[in-house]
């Protein structure tokens, strides 16, 4: 059984499978506070769920891509098992992370999308360096930059780990914090082999759930 928050259709908003339609899995639960997060709803509210009904809300949308997110989902220790089962199910199946517990037992047919907290989040201390040595091609890194000291701590880590090599990097900025067009000019001006990126469903939708 899994606590489950919501399971909506919508557009992908952000990695590099933005503007798909894609069904979204939210687990319930988070064990980090990040100042800026933007789903505080999927701390405590859900439903239970076991793998076989998950499967059923999914397939009714019949969808190609299917992203499992949080909270932090891998604060259930059942999400590995749903993660295996919708790969299973023949769908081309995403995982949004933290960074900040072990992603050694996702199923390796999953794309990885893994946090790396910047200062500016609250929630460096909870980076799970040891992470970094399993990602793949197949996954990516983000990180969400809440000002110039944020930029400048991201630009060091992606320089000192050689993640570019390692993975997609992505580079967000804090919605309402940091003006988009800013961290474009520092990504530009730095010459960054990084993965600018906007959160497609705010710009559509705003602050909507389920959307």
Not at 14 to 33: K, N, W, Y
Not at 43 to 70: C, H, K, N, W
Not at 162 to 186: I, K, N, T, Y
Request: proline share 5%; charged share 25%; glycine share 6%.
């Amino acid at each position: 059984m899994l606590r489950i928050n919501e399971i909506f259709y919508s557009l992908q908003g952000e990695t590099s499978r933005a503007g798909l339609p894609t069904v979204f899995v939210r687990l319930t639960g988070c064990p980090l506070r990040c100042g800026y997060c933007d789903t505080s709803y999927a701390f405590d509210e859900g439903e239970s769920m076991d793998v076989s009904s998950i499967l059923d809300q999914v397939a009714a949308y019949a969808p190609r891509y299917v992203t499992v997110t949080g909270g932090e989902p891998l604060a259930q220790k059942e999400c590995p098992a749903l993660l295996s089962a919708l790969c299973d199910a023949g769908y081309s199946v995403s995982l949004e992370t933290s960074g900040a517990l072990d992603i050694s037992k996702v199923d390796p047919r999953v794309s990885r999308i893994v946090d790396v907290k910047t200062p500016g989040s609250g929630e460096v201390a909870k980076n799970r360096w040891a992470n970094l040595a399993l990602l793949t091609p197949h996954d990516e890194l983000k990180f969400v930059i809440c000002d110039v000291a944020d930029y400048e701590w991201a630009r060091q880590q992606v320089q000192d780990h050689q993640l570019s090599a390692r993975c997609p990097v992505l580079f967000s900025p804090v919605a309402g914090s940091l003006e988009p067009a800013q961290l474009a000019d520092w990504i530009l001006r730095d010459r960054l082999d990084v993965r600018f990126q906007l959160q497609l469903h705010k710009l559509l939708w705003r602050e909507d759930r389920g959307r």
